[in-house]
Protein backbone atom coordinates (compact mmCIF):
# COMPACT_ATOMS: atom_id res chain seq x y z
CA UNK A 1 0.00 0.00 0.00
CA UNK A 2 1.81 2.98 -1.56
CA UNK A 3 -0.40 5.56 0.00
CA UNK A 4 -0.68 9.10 -1.72
CA UNK A 5 2.31 9.57 -4.10
CA UNK A 6 3.70 12.36 -6.37
CA UNK A 7 5.47 12.79 -9.36
CA UNK A 8 8.23 14.52 -9.99
CA UNK A 9 9.46 15.62 -6.61
CA UNK A 10 11.38 18.76 -8.13
CA UNK A 11 10.64 20.79 -10.95
CA UNK A 12 12.12 24.28 -12.83
CA UNK A 13 10.08 25.65 -15.72
CA UNK A 14 9.82 28.64 -17.68
CA UNK A 15 7.66 31.09 -17.52
CA UNK A 16 4.95 30.05 -20.09
CA UNK A 17 5.48 26.61 -20.42
CA UNK A 18 2.91 23.86 -19.43
CA UNK A 19 3.32 20.96 -17.66
CA UNK A 20 1.09 18.32 -15.39
CA UNK A 21 1.97 17.40 -12.15
CA UNK A 22 1.08 13.51 -11.35
CA UNK A 23 -0.90 12.13 -8.12
CA UNK A 24 -2.33 8.62 -7.76
CA UNK A 25 -3.30 6.89 -4.27
CA UNK A 26 -4.32 3.01 -3.64
CA UNK A 27 -6.59 3.39 -0.81
CA UNK A 28 -9.83 3.86 -3.02
CA UNK A 29 -10.28 6.65 -1.46
CA UNK A 30 -13.05 8.90 -3.03
CA UNK A 31 -11.89 12.45 -2.09
CA UNK A 32 -8.69 13.82 -3.40
CA UNK A 33 -7.46 17.56 -3.28
CA UNK A 34 -4.40 19.70 -4.32
CA UNK A 35 -3.43 22.21 -2.31
CA UNK A 36 -0.11 24.47 -2.57
CA UNK A 37 2.17 26.09 0.09
CA UNK A 38 3.69 28.95 -0.35
CA UNK A 39 6.63 30.59 2.39
CA UNK A 40 5.15 31.68 5.50
CA UNK A 41 1.75 30.27 5.04
CA UNK A 42 0.02 27.58 5.62
CA UNK A 43 -1.51 25.29 2.69
CA UNK A 44 -4.14 26.29 0.29
CA UNK A 45 -6.39 24.24 -1.65
CA UNK A 46 -6.37 24.68 -5.45
CA UNK A 47 -8.97 22.20 -6.47
CA UNK A 48 -10.56 19.23 -5.30
CA UNK A 49 -12.50 15.88 -6.82
CA UNK A 50 -15.52 14.13 -4.75
CA UNK A 51 -14.96 11.27 -7.45
CA UNK A 52 -14.47 10.46 -10.99
CA UNK A 53 -15.85 12.51 -13.00
CA UNK A 54 -16.22 15.38 -10.49
CA UNK A 55 -14.24 18.37 -9.60
CA UNK A 56 -14.69 21.39 -8.29
CA UNK A 57 -12.42 24.54 -7.24
CA UNK A 58 -11.21 25.39 -3.94
CA UNK A 59 -9.76 29.11 -2.63
CA UNK A 60 -6.82 29.32 -5.24
CA UNK A 61 -7.77 27.84 -8.46
CA UNK A 62 -6.45 30.53 -11.07
CA UNK A 63 -4.30 28.92 -13.71
CA UNK A 64 -4.61 25.76 -12.74
CA UNK A 65 -7.24 22.77 -14.28
CA UNK A 66 -7.81 18.79 -13.09
CA UNK A 67 -9.64 15.91 -14.01
CA UNK A 68 -10.69 12.62 -12.43
CA UNK A 69 -10.72 10.45 -14.87
CA UNK A 70 -10.36 7.23 -12.19
CA UNK A 71 -11.11 6.66 -8.49
CA UNK A 72 -6.57 6.47 -8.80
CA UNK A 73 -5.40 9.54 -10.03
CA UNK A 74 -6.00 13.10 -10.10
CA UNK A 75 -3.49 15.26 -11.94
CA UNK A 76 -3.42 18.75 -11.63
CA UNK A 77 -1.91 21.13 -15.18
CA UNK A 78 -0.30 24.29 -15.24
CA UNK A 79 -1.41 25.94 -18.59
CA UNK A 80 1.17 28.58 -18.92
CA UNK A 81 3.46 29.04 -15.56
CA UNK A 82 3.83 32.33 -13.98
CA UNK A 83 6.52 32.61 -11.35
CA UNK A 84 3.87 33.54 -8.71
CA UNK A 85 3.01 29.98 -9.42
CA UNK A 86 6.37 28.91 -7.51
CA UNK A 87 5.23 26.54 -4.67
CA UNK A 88 5.07 23.36 -3.43
CA UNK A 89 2.21 21.12 -4.46
CA UNK A 90 0.51 18.68 -1.92
CA UNK A 91 -2.18 15.90 -3.12
CA UNK A 92 -3.83 14.41 -0.61
CA UNK A 93 -7.06 12.16 -0.95
CA UNK A 94 -9.98 10.99 1.99
CA UNK A 95 -12.18 8.80 2.59
CA UNK A 96 -15.65 9.33 2.20
CA UNK A 97 -17.56 6.86 3.70
CA UNK A 98 -16.30 4.24 6.82
CA UNK A 99 -13.25 4.45 8.81
CA UNK A 100 -11.66 7.72 9.82
CA UNK A 101 -13.61 10.00 7.01
CA UNK A 102 -12.42 13.06 7.99
CA UNK A 103 -8.45 12.57 7.90
CA UNK A 104 -6.74 13.52 5.16
CA UNK A 105 -3.40 11.84 3.68
CA UNK A 106 -0.67 13.84 1.73
CA UNK A 107 1.70 13.00 -0.49
CA UNK A 108 5.67 13.69 -0.24
CA UNK A 109 5.28 17.20 -2.71
CA UNK A 110 6.39 18.63 -5.59
CA UNK A 111 8.49 21.50 -5.53
CA UNK A 112 8.11 24.06 -8.27
CA UNK A 113 9.84 26.45 -9.48
CA UNK A 114 9.01 28.86 -12.18
CA UNK A 115 11.74 31.65 -13.76
CA UNK B 1 -15.37 32.44 6.53
CA UNK B 2 -13.49 29.59 9.42
CA UNK B 3 -9.77 31.23 9.57
CA UNK B 4 -6.86 29.15 11.81
CA UNK B 5 -4.41 30.85 13.67
CA UNK B 6 -1.32 30.25 14.94
CA UNK B 7 0.30 33.58 16.68
CA UNK B 8 3.60 31.66 17.68
CA UNK B 9 6.09 31.69 14.23
CA UNK B 10 8.96 30.07 16.10
CA UNK B 11 8.93 27.79 19.65
CA UNK B 12 12.02 26.41 21.37
CA UNK B 13 12.15 23.86 23.60
CA UNK B 14 14.42 21.71 25.82
CA UNK B 15 15.38 18.21 25.10
CA UNK B 16 12.95 16.14 27.42
CA UNK B 17 11.23 19.17 28.60
CA UNK B 18 7.23 20.27 27.60
CA UNK B 19 6.13 22.59 25.43
CA UNK B 20 2.80 23.86 24.19
CA UNK B 21 1.75 24.96 21.11
CA UNK B 22 -1.38 27.55 20.86
CA UNK B 23 -4.35 27.25 17.76
CA UNK B 24 -7.55 29.57 17.64
CA UNK B 25 -10.25 29.29 14.99
CA UNK B 26 -13.61 31.00 13.81
CA UNK B 27 -16.05 28.90 12.80
CA UNK B 28 -19.93 29.51 13.39
CA UNK B 29 -20.18 25.61 13.01
CA UNK B 30 -21.12 23.51 15.96
CA UNK B 31 -19.61 19.84 14.21
CA UNK B 32 -16.23 19.87 13.19
CA UNK B 33 -12.94 18.34 13.08
CA UNK B 34 -9.19 19.95 14.84
CA UNK B 35 -5.99 18.54 13.65
CA UNK B 36 -2.21 18.74 14.21
CA UNK B 37 0.37 18.53 11.81
CA UNK B 38 3.86 17.71 11.71
CA UNK B 39 5.93 18.62 8.95
CA UNK B 40 9.95 17.86 8.81
CA UNK B 41 12.17 18.94 7.18
CA UNK B 42 11.40 16.31 4.37
CA UNK B 43 8.39 18.41 3.45
CA UNK B 44 5.81 15.21 4.50
CA UNK B 45 2.77 16.20 6.20
CA UNK B 46 2.00 13.95 8.85
CA UNK B 47 -0.83 13.53 10.66
CA UNK B 48 0.20 13.70 14.52
CA UNK B 49 -3.41 14.44 16.62
CA UNK B 50 -6.71 14.47 15.71
CA UNK B 51 -10.40 15.96 17.97
CA UNK B 52 -13.65 15.87 16.89
CA UNK B 53 -15.42 19.25 17.88
CA UNK B 54 -18.64 17.31 19.63
CA UNK B 55 -15.87 15.00 22.33
CA UNK B 56 -14.96 16.81 25.33
CA UNK B 57 -12.33 14.58 25.93
CA UNK B 58 -9.55 15.79 25.15
CA UNK B 59 -7.02 13.86 22.52
CA UNK B 60 -3.83 12.42 23.74
CA UNK B 61 -1.90 10.29 21.00
CA UNK B 62 1.57 9.34 23.00
CA UNK B 63 3.53 12.13 24.24
CA UNK B 64 1.03 14.54 22.27
CA UNK B 65 -2.06 15.40 23.69
CA UNK B 66 -4.20 18.34 23.06
CA UNK B 67 -6.19 21.08 25.32
CA UNK B 68 -9.75 21.77 23.57
CA UNK B 69 -11.70 24.23 24.50
CA UNK B 70 -14.30 25.11 22.53
CA UNK B 71 -16.41 27.73 23.90
CA UNK B 72 -12.76 29.88 23.58
CA UNK B 73 -12.35 27.95 20.25
CA UNK B 74 -8.84 27.27 21.13
CA UNK B 75 -7.13 24.09 20.57
CA UNK B 76 -3.62 23.90 21.58
CA UNK B 77 -0.73 21.15 21.45
CA UNK B 78 1.09 19.82 24.19
CA UNK B 79 4.63 17.95 23.48
CA UNK B 80 5.78 16.03 26.52
CA UNK B 81 9.37 14.66 26.85
CA UNK B 82 10.75 16.53 23.68
CA UNK B 83 12.82 14.59 21.79
CA UNK B 84 14.99 15.57 18.65
CA UNK B 85 12.80 14.05 16.45
CA UNK B 86 9.56 16.59 17.31
CA UNK B 87 11.78 19.26 15.37
CA UNK B 88 9.46 20.55 12.46
CA UNK B 89 6.88 23.05 11.55
CA UNK B 90 3.80 22.21 13.30
CA UNK B 91 0.29 23.31 11.53
CA UNK B 92 -3.05 23.43 12.98
CA UNK B 93 -6.08 22.83 10.69
CA UNK B 94 -10.00 22.75 10.65
CA UNK B 95 -12.16 20.85 8.53
CA UNK B 96 -16.07 21.05 8.24
CA UNK B 97 -17.78 17.98 9.19
CA UNK B 98 -19.02 17.11 5.83
CA UNK B 99 -16.06 18.84 4.38
CA UNK B 100 -13.13 17.75 2.06
CA UNK B 101 -11.69 20.93 2.63
CA UNK B 102 -8.55 21.55 5.18
CA UNK B 103 -8.31 25.04 6.33
CA UNK B 104 -4.64 25.94 7.47
CA UNK B 105 -2.73 28.08 10.04
CA UNK B 106 0.37 29.36 9.18
CA UNK B 107 2.24 27.05 11.43
CA UNK B 108 4.40 26.97 14.44
CA UNK B 109 8.54 26.44 13.74
CA UNK B 110 9.64 23.96 16.81
CA UNK B 111 13.23 23.71 18.32
CA UNK B 112 14.45 21.23 20.50
CA UNK B 113 17.99 22.15 21.73
CA UNK B 114 19.92 18.90 23.12
New interface residues.
Partial sequence: NAGVTQTPKFQVLKTGQSMTLQCAQDMNHEYMSWYRQDPGMGLRLIHYSVGAGITDQGEVPNGYNVSRSTTEDFPLRLLSAAPSQTSVYFCASRRRKGGTTDTQYFGPGTRLTVL | AQT?TQSQPEMSVQEAETVTLSCTYDTSESDY?L?W?KQPP????I?VI?Q?AYKQQNATENRFSVNFQKAAKSFSLKISDSQLGDAAMY?C?Y?E?SS????????TRLLVRP
Fill in positions: VYFYSRQMLREFAADYKLIFGSG
